[in-house]
């Protein structure tokens, strides 16, 4: 998402790794991709109208824009995932009728999508030989693994066939996801946010890669993203979409980060203007995590001594690539995991997330996805707008009858104020949009003013106006003494929220600093964490 | 067991029970190795009870009719194939749940098998051929204990075959693709409902052989209790084995040996508890999902769809 | 397709709705109540023509069992009287599975806490010999239902604490119950001079569940409308009912809300056993004066059905299990005319029940109302 233009121009131009040549023996180069006036329709919703892209062989093509802006849907119709209402695809000359990824693949067009595709159970062998399009009826594992070997000595990187591919650390994953493209060999290749779960600096790894494979004349790569740095650091042309239509195109060197902005949010209102007062000396912790442990689904350990403070009137967040144990972290917090050792204290005295505590304490919370963990779908907005209360006077007559319409008529007034958009109170909250959910959610969880308030990725997946509300509120919360712990995996989010930034990795807080002495690349080594090569899962066999 | 007997005083207890596992576990292990197939795949077939009292029923039929109790074995394989095919067809239907599903064709399957089964209680069909491997020894009890019927022979072979072809086939590389993320076997370009309905429909086949074993062998007729839950104690008992075929032979024993203990005290004379022996494969299995399940924590061996379809 | 797409994004596209009038809306919410219907009513009659054709193969004609199953069930004040005896313990073990369904899970094992809870009816009349008939009945509902509960619960229980799960286990619990029952009944329990079917000591015909006023019908089946209307209100105007629907649509949602997820499932279940076991408590005291085989008649089993077919909607549970309870007693008259097997009415069962969960695919996408 959107970054203070000043602290892009001073990231991207620093750490460029020198690119890596694939060592890939010369053939001719990749055929061009171009889709013409492409546009599709999802009900009434226009999610694509006469959009054209240009792959050129072997260059890196950045496609830019914010959620929803129509980049997904453009390179689903280019795979076949989706067929365009209109508009043509061509792979060199020829026009192509893409019906399935299967049929994207025998083009030689792979896709490496957001989230891993990898069969967790699965070593690295079998999720390779999975992808081919023709399996033998009968595997030779050994004549496989040694195949893979020789394939992997002509990568750039290498990882093992035989390792299980639970055991990868995120960064190895996407390799593998892109090391998988290669062994197809696919000529054209799309990743969708290829970085979103990648420290800085294994993003880079990457990307350079990839380029470096692209310039040596082995694939054209076309690129999903939101983050101007990865677009002036790796891309060699742009195209930039807005609400489902073109927006602007250009050779990513010529265009400043303004420029880039401008056309990506186009007349939108800037954000509105964070104003906080100056922190003054801080007051004693209000929320505090005591020495935090907890164990993931399959019992390994997640969060190892996890310790922080955080005192009213400050936003604390906790940076970290997804996946070293926030969710857990934020599970344990919202009482949905428990810990295997360690303590709540909030005002100074131990909590546990049961009802009466968190009525007592005023403790408040925001999760990401809040329509898998905050809302019931199939209830209507009143009803889980009364989620913290039902119990209580006045929802509640004589300890045990529900007043329905004094929760609908609470739920009006919440809906006006917040502006959430629904047909009626009673309408189930599931038919709603993302960000109209979390409207509801915040209108609940803000409803009374919050002591602690926990907010986990609170903008994932939402357009710009919900974004810049919940960040609003965030700081709005903060000015009236909430103590708020922000856990979020986008980096520029805690930069432009918080008064203290933590770093989580491998389930510990590996770093602290203020605000003030923020610095982008030392807090993206220490996502990375020091130990990363070392056995990160720990093969330990479970019954 | 009637020429002779020799008496073994309390020996005659664990060679029952030996006896009793030989015999009892074969429906066990098919019904298992079938869900054991279906479960790979991501989904979970509750059914299989019905399925296998419908194999019973159509096995002992078919046997009856044509005078080889092959032909049964291979009608009732049908016939559970036909049950399995429609449990895979229904639950790849959008909002289908495959947990109730299977408990509407277990009743269903029941039923059914009552209904045609009427006129079969009466008449007696050829039985499976037992294959002596107690020949050695003079004494009848080990001689009986040891009559091993060929089809157990096939079941007993099939499960390493088929922990092989999970491993080193393409269908069995597919199939636990589908079972693990159908995300990726859909990325992949397979059809995931596919791959389950015929995965469901193997299942079902397995699990209607398992059940012409009750009726061609042991106990040997039609009628009906001929079945009390083994098709239910085989899908728990999946979860036991943590998905190896293998391992479902090992449990299938045991839990054949469960069941045996009733009888084989009553043989020896000990019969005040009976009952409460006969509830010992149930209260076993039981215990074992007690064991073997915890509140905060899944299998690392659980196909992950399972899990993701909780 | 969705491949990689973030949830919340996708939901992001949906177009939003506009705000309606309010007559409009409620006119709405009628419409979306006749289109969740309207799959159920569906299933209904393609189970109907596929059981025709099934006893039509079997060489009957299918529009006269159909007349014979309406003259068996509810042709006359008689079977009407009969139908709603069948239907009263449906209600109860109905709500075995249906309550529990409310917080998302499928329990089939009503079979085990109705033998348990109608021997544990049995068992409590005996000390009690010589009290007033009323304290007697009140000692028999209350044995029962704590021991349905405990037989429920604790599948419930094993759920929430072990994770083992509650289809199989209820299922095996009734299976033990039933192997405890026998062995009770015969054994430690058994009446001497029951010889032929071994059956408890005779409650006793003062303690007979008297009839309903004007009736030929037995008390059970007020228990019946009564508790199924106290599990209505309770789930949709109560505290708990709410807490329940938070747990069964979306038991992190209810975690986040501080709710004690364990302690609402294992009560929900227990509840829901309780109303199995008093519908043992029922059968032993209305219609067979002891505990004796005569109670696995499969009224435990049938109560799932009930509970699906009335979309686990408490309230739905009485016309269905008087639906259900008219075609089991049909049932006979069948196998007089026709000669049709008892399990004539268990395949009809097992059609509407398949056919049933085949037409969940329906539910949503019928749109009677014009976008």
Redesign the interface.
């Known amino acids: 998402m959107s970054v203070p233009a000043a602290r892009v121009t001073e990231t991207a131009n620093v750490e460029t790794p020198a690119p890596r040549v694939a060592p890939l023996p010369a053939r001719e180069p990749p055929p061009q991709l171009s889709a013409r006036e492409m546009s599709k329709r999802f009900g009434n919703l226009t999610a694509l109208e006469d959009v054209s892209f240009l792959l050129k062989p072997g260059s890196v093509h950045a496609l830019l824009g914010e959620n929803g802006a129509g980049k997904s849907t453009l390179v689903k119709c280019i795979m076949g995932f989706y067929k365009a209402d209109r508009g043509r695809v061509l792979v060199g000359d020829s026009e192509v009728h893409v019906s399935s990824p299967k049929h994207a693949r025998a083009l030689g067009i792979g896709m490496v999508y957001q989230h891993f595709t990898l069969v967790e159970n699965m070593t690295v062998a079998e999720n390779l030989v999975l992808a081919r399009a023709q399996l033998p009826a009968i595997l030779d594992w050994k004549a496989e693994h040694a195949a893979i070997d020789a394939f992997m000595d002509r990568m750039p990187f290498r990882i093992s066939p035989r390792r299980g591919v639970r055991q990868l650390a995120a960064g190895e994953k996407q390799k593998l996801e892109i090391l998988k493209q290669l062994y197809l060999d696919s000529r054209i290749i799309i990743l969708d946010e290829p970085t979103s779960v990648l420290t800085p600096q294994e993003a880079d790894d990457v990307l350079g890669m990839l380029r470096g494979m692209a310039r040596a004349g082995a694939i054209s790569v076309a690129m999903i993203t939101h983050k101007f740095r990865e677009v002036q650091a790796f891309a060699d042309e742009v195209t930039v979409l807005r609400r489902g239509k073109l927006a602007g195109r250009g050779k990513a060197s010529e265009l400043s980060t303004r420029e880039l902005a401008e056309m990506m949010v186009g007349s939108e209102p800037p954000r509105a203007s964070l104003t906080r007062s100056a922190r003054t000396e801080r007051a004693p912790a209000r929320l505090e995590l005591i020495d935090l442990h907890a164990e993931d689904d399959i019992g390994l350990p997640v969060l190892e001594g996890v310790t922080l403070q955080v005192s009213p009137g400050e936003i604390v967040g906790i940076a970290g690539v997804s996946g070293n144990g926030q969710d857990e972290l934020v599970e344990v917090l919202a009482g949905q995991r428990t810990a295997t050792r360690g303590e709540l204290r909030v005002g100074g005295a131990r909590y546990t997330p049961v009802r009466a505590e968190t009525r007592r304490e005023r403790v408040r919370l925001l999760p990401e996805a809040p329509l898998r963990n905050a809302c019931v779908a199939q209830m209507s907005v009143a009803e889980n707008m009364a989620f913290r209360d039902f119990d209580v006077k006045p929802y509640c007559k004589g300890g045990w009858l529900l007043d329905k319409r004094r929760m609908q008529q609470r739920a009006r007034a919440a809906i006006a104020e917040y502006g959430i958009k629904t047909p009626s109170a009673h309408t189930a909250i599931g038919a709603l949009s993302g960000g109209n959910v979390q409207r509801a959610v915040l209108a609940r969880e803000l409803s009374e003013d919050a002591a602690v308030l926990i907010a986990a990725n609170p903008c994932f997946g939402l357009d710009f106006a919900a974004v810049s509300e919940i960040h609003t509120r965030l700081v709005r919360a903060r000015e009236a003494g909430a103590a708020v712990l922000l856990v979020s995996a986008d980096l520029d989010e805690i930069f432009a929220l918080s008064d203290r930034i933590l770093v989580m990795s491998e389930g510990r807080i590996v770093h602290e600093c203020t605000a003030a002495d923020a610095n982008m690349s030392e807090i993206g080594q220490h996502m990375a964490g020091h130990a990363q090569a070392v056995d990160v899962s720990g093969v330990k066999s479970i019954d | 067991m009637q020429d002779a007997a020799v008496n073994l005083g309390i020996w005659g207890v664990p060679l029952a029970i030996l006896g009793g596992a030989l015999r009892v576990s074969a429906p066990f292990l098919f019904v298992s190795l079938g869900e054991c197939i279906t479960e790979k795949s991501g989904r979970v077939n509750l059914g299989l009870e019905g399925t296998l009292v419908m194999g019973a029923m159509a096995g002992y039929g078919a046997s009856y009719w044509s005078g080889s109790p092959w032909v049964g074995v291979a009608a009732a394989g049908a016939v559970g194939g036909l049950f399995g095919a429609l449990h895979g067809w229904l639950c790849g239907r959008p909002r289908v749940n495959d947990i109730a599903v299977g408990i509407a064709l277990m009743l269903f399957g029941i039923g059914l098998a009552f209904f045609l089964g009427k006129p079969l209680i009466q008449p007696t069909a050829p039985r499976l051929p037992a294959i002596p491997f107690g020949n050695f020894s003079d004494i009848p009890q080990v001689r009986s204990a040891l009559q091993v019927n060929a089809l157990f022979l096939c079941g007993i072979l099939l499960a390493p075959c088929l922990r092989w072809a999970l491993a080193r086939t393409r269908w069995g590389l597919i199939l636990r693709t589908v079972g693990e993320s159908a995300e990726a076997a859909r990325a992949m370009g397979y059809d995931v409902n596919r791959v389950r309905f015929w995965a469901t429909a193997a299942g079902g086949v397995l699990a209607g052989i398992g059940g012409s074993f009750l009726s061609l062998f042991y106990p040997g007729s039609w009628n009906e209790g001929l079945s009390s839950g083994q098709g239910l104690m085989a899908v728990a008992l999946v979860i036991f084995a943590r998905w190896d075929p293998v391992r479902c032979l090992y449990a299938s024993l045991l839990f054949g040996g469960a069941t045996a203990l009733g009888p084989a005290l009553q043989s020896v004379g000990i019969t005040s508890g009976y009952y409460l022996f006969n509830a010992a494969p149930y209260a076993l299995t039981l215990l074992i999902m007690v064991l073997s399940s915890s509140a905060h924590r899944t299998s690392v061996a659980q196909p992950a769809e399972l899990i993701a379809a909780r | 397709?969705?491949?990689?797409?973030?949830?919340?994004?996708?939901?992001?596209?949906?177009?939003?709705?506009?705000?309606?009038l309010?007559p409009r809306?409620l006119a709405e919410?009628a419409l979306g109540g006749l289109e969740a219907l309207l799959p159920t009513l569906g299933a209904i009659l393609v189970s109907l023509a596929l059981f025709g054709a099934f006893v039509g193969a079997a060489g009957h004609s299918p529009l006269a069992v159909y007349a014979e199953m309406y003259r068996g069930a509810f042709g006359t004040w008689f079977s009407v009287q009969n139908s709603l005896l069948r239907a009263a313990p449906l209600m109860l073990t109905g709500l075995c599975t249906a309550l529990p369904a409310r917080l998302g899970l499928?329990v089939?094992g009503g079979e085990g806490a109705l033998v348990m809870g109608g021997l544990a009816a049995a068992a409590a009349a005996i000390p009690l010999q010589g009290s007033p008939p009323a304290l007697v009945i009140a000692g028999m509902m209350l044995a029962s239902m704590l021991v349905g509960a405990l037989w429920v619960g604790a599948a419930g229980a094993?759920r929430?604490?072990?994770?083992?799960?509650e289809?199989?286990?209820s299922?095996?619990?009734a299976?033990?119950g039933i192997?405890?029952f026998?062995?009770l009944v015969?054994?430690p329990l058994r009446d001497p001079a029951s010889l032929n079917k071994p059956s408890t000591l005779p409650i006793g015909d003062a303690n007979l569940l008297p009839n309903l006023p004007g009736l030929d019908v037995h008390w059970g089946l007020a228990f019946g409308v009564i508790a199924c209307i106290a599990a209505h209100v309770a789930m949709e105007?109560?505290?708990?009912g709410?807490?329940a629907?938070?747990v069964g649509?979306?038991p992190?949602?209810?975690?986040?809300?501080?709710?004690?997820v364990a302690r609402l499932v294992i009560l929900t279940c227990a509840l829901g056993g309780a109303a199995a076991g008093l519908a043992g408590m029922v059968e032993v005291a209305a219609i067979h004066g002891k505990a004796n085989a005569s109670l696995l008649a499969g009224y435990g089993?049938a109560g799932?059905?009930v509970a699906?077919l009335a979309g686990h909607n408490a309230l739905a549970i009485l016309p269905v299990a008087v639906l259900l309870g008219g075609i089991g007693a049909s049932g006979g008259l069948l196998q007089r005319t026709f000669g049709?097997?008892d399990?004539?009415?268990?395949?009809l069962?097992?059609?509407l029940?398949?056919v049933?969960?085949?037409s969940?695919?329906y539910?949503?996408r019928l749109r009677l109302r014009r976008s």
């Open positions: 397709m969705t491949a990689g797409a973030p949830v919340a994004a996708d939901l992001d596209r949906s177009p939003s709705r506009h705000p309606l309010a809306a919410r499928i089939i094993l929430v604490l072990r994770g083992v799960n289809t199989i286990s299922l095996l619990l299976y033990i192997a405890l026998n062995h015969e054994g105007h109560s505290v708990f709410f807490a629907r938070m649509g979306n992190r949602a209810a975690r986040l809300s501080g709710l004690h089993y799932i059905l699906f049709l097997p399990a004539a009415v268990n395949v069962q097992g059609i029940f398949v049933l969960l085949g969940q695919t539910r949503g």
